[in-house]
């Protein structure tokens, strides 16, 4: 007797088709994104669509890009985005004025309970703004969603060394290394200060968040993690990045700066990202030339965030992971 139609002999059909989310959970995930929209549309902020795949990639050595093996228009290796940042600064340097994007991104190697390597990303630029009023607009979104208000706002450099007792500007690389190594073996030797501070700003400092019922901004970055932020110099004198985060319930929702605009600044800071992934036996993306282009033909005074929207629906709808709020995972791909 012949094999039943529409079924396979050799495997058996998967028992984890259904959705990650239940439908009610996707419902108000729906109506929680038409809410986002209405809050740009009703500050004039424009809705934009860029490319999720682009000849170039992030070449921050903390983000891994996902490439297109299949050549496109004889053009070689395509490059799945971690974010918009490039090509909505493009449209910027183009005159578009306020602009968001609410969309796919994506980052090999990120799974786990708040991580998915593709999730959807909201993206604004405010042209004319400073951090600081951005910062402000997000805490706002974040309240119009959520119905939490913003608890407190805390400097980068007292909370690092508050918790390590070290100078996250100003702290010997061996002394990072030290305090890392204690907490974690692996990471150590090699380490650069971008990874130490991040690890232990992670492990240290954002249990301390948690903590707080409402959200909480840090700013005043070291400026080895500036980024693609430009810099400035804190109360004290020391040069800081005009860099912020939001955190609700030790979950990171935001990171945005006041974007550079210098195109010798920015790309030195390409290139010693690649210095250090040769360094690290990580793969040099080609680098994006059309931004640099942008920039040398004149990005305007603005400032810029990233919002991670399943984390925020996620945290919105009282759920401690995202596949709750997510029609399929990884997993479930």
Known sequence: MGASVGTSPHSPLPDDWQPSATLERLRQRARLLARVRTFFSDRGVLEVETPSLSASAASDPQLHSLGVEEPLFGAGRYYLQTSPESAMKRLLAAGSGPIYQLGRAFRGGECGTWHNPEFTLLEWYRPGWDEHRLASEVLELITTLTGVRHSATRDYRQLFRRRTGLDAQNAPLPALREAASAIES???????????????????????????????????????????????????????????????????????????????????????????????????PPLCERQLAALAAGLPEVSGVAVGIDRLVALALGERAIAPVMAFGINRA
């Not at 692996?186 to 501070?197: K, M, N, P, Q, V």
């Not at 974007?259 to 793969?283: C, K, M, S, W, Y």
């Open 186 to 284: 692996a990471l150590g030797a090699e380490s650069d200060r971008s990874t130490l501070l991040d690890f232990l700003f992670t492990t240290r400092v954002v249990p301390l968040l948690s903590r707080c019922r409402g959200t909480v901004l840090v700013h005043g970055f070291p400026t080895a993690q500036a980024l693609q932020a430009t810099l400035a110099e804190d109360v004290d004198g020391v040069p800081v990045a005009r860099r912020f985060e939001v955190y609700l319930g030790g979950i990171e929702l935001a990171n945005g700066y006041a974007e550079l605009r210098d195109v010798t600044e920015q790309r030195r800071r390409f290139e010693a990202d690649l210095t250090e992934r040769r360094r690290l036996g990580l793969p040099e």
